[in-house]
């Protein structure tokens, strides 16, 4: 099954629960906005975003999206990272392996990794610590192989 039609009615479920908990409403430009933040391939910028939606007919205001983007977030939709550009970058989280970002700082280049032993050892340190992961954010910036 397409990633999309497995994972959107997921992220509708969290957003809606999301908003009922702090009395918003899931309205018709939020469903509108889930849906097309669901079609971007992997991070954007809010800016990104708002270049997309203005070629494609969805129409959000930038404050609405703004809101919305940190709604989402805290809805567990969307995990935020910080790659030294000066702006926040988004990516869906929804049915998504948890990764590490390798950011060349030379490039600018993004890589997504996973590491078994990685994951091992923070589950091992957090169960020393009485504590339950529920995601996890770890960037390293550096230079990759065959950039100066
Ligand atoms: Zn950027
Ligand atoms: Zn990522």
């Given at each position: 099954m397409e990633y999309k039609e497995k994972y959107l009615p997921a992220a509708r479920g969290l957003y809606n629960d999301f908003l009922k908990k702090n009395k918003m409403f899931f309205t018709k430009e939020r469903a509108q906005l889930l849906d097309f933040i669901f079609e971007q391939k992997g991070h954007f910028s809010a800016d990104e975003l708002m270049f997309e939606m203005q070629k494609g007919d969805v129409k959000v205001s930038r404050a609405t999206l703004y809101r919305s983007l940190s709604q989402m977030v805290e809805a567990g939709i969307l995990g935020e990272s910080d790659f030294g550009h000066g702006h926040t970058h988004y990516e869906v989280t929804v049915g998504t392996k948890p990764h590490v970002h390798l950011i060349c700082?030379?490039?600018?280049d993004v890589k997504e990794v996973q590491s078994r032993k990685l994951e091992d050892a923070l589950d091992d340190l957090a169960m020393k610590e009485g504590f339950r992961i529920k995601r996890y954010k770890i960037q390293l910036f550096g230079v990759s192989k065959g950039t100066r």
């Open positions: 700082t030379e490039t600018g």
